[in-house]
């Protein structure tokens, strides 16, 4: 038999040890093994041939693992564990390959992997700490995932509710929109005819002081006039800043009103 020839039936051996593991979820016994190697025409030389290289294997998937080449190190691990299925540092490393391939792309034949190898762990050593760490962690990232994966579908059902929310009210929205601009343009309009007023009312007040100055008999009725027109002013400056009042209540937010900066209204002396 050649070497490539060799080398072929031992990867159909490889493949059927594989197989056969995760068809019977346990450990192939030596019977079976042989029974296996008999069938494709393997010598009992080539067999112990290749446990000699299965140590081989097993160092270089240490180094695959640590720069996390997940697919290299799984191969050497099959190659490895195919001609001993009961080395359990073998198959906890075969775990731990599937495990970090699982993390990366997250697919079911990697958790299949995971669960099968750290049965066959358990098997061996039932008490064995680093298989049961292992299905620990996976056990708890399948669940952060799935926490994950029930956010997120609950996130964009409220999305699709909000943007059904909008079309729905599509006709609604306009209107409500202009409503503040519209209420901000008549409290615009009141502030300036407010602001207009109390000019007036400073000119009038600084007219009458004036003449307060220079008091007389003649000047009274002048005096008199310009009191009245004042106090007139007075009343409608109030009766601006309660409408402005009576506007910002039905706005979203509030803007203060500019009050009136008078004071009491200066009397002329009889």
Known sequence: MTTSVSNNVINNY???VTEWSQSSQRIPTTEELENIAAELGIDPEEIQAAQKQSHDHYVRAQGYMRLKHWN???????????FNPSNLDMLVSL??????????????????NIRLRIRQCL?????????LNLLAKLSHAIKWRTRIFTAIGVGLGGICVGIGGVFLLGDALPSWWQQPSQLELLEQ?????L????????????????????????NQRTISTLQNRINQLQREVSQLERKIIEIEKEKPSKITPRSSNNGSILRGSD
Do not use: T, Y
């Open 72 to 82: 290299d190190a799984i191969a050497e691990l099959q190659e490895a564990v195919a």
């Open 195 to 218: 602001h207009s007023l109390q000019r007036q009312q400073q000119a009038l007040r600084s007219q009458m002081i004036a003449l307060q100055r220079h008091s007389d008999q003649r």
């Open 14 to 16: 490889i493949q059927r």
């Open 95 to 112: 775990a731990s390959a599937h495990m970090g391939r699982w993390e990366d792309h997250h697919r079911k034949d990697d958790e299949v």
């Open 123 to 131: 098997v061996i050593k039932p008490d064995c700490e680093e298989a």
């Open 189 to 193: 309009s009141f502030n300036q005819e």
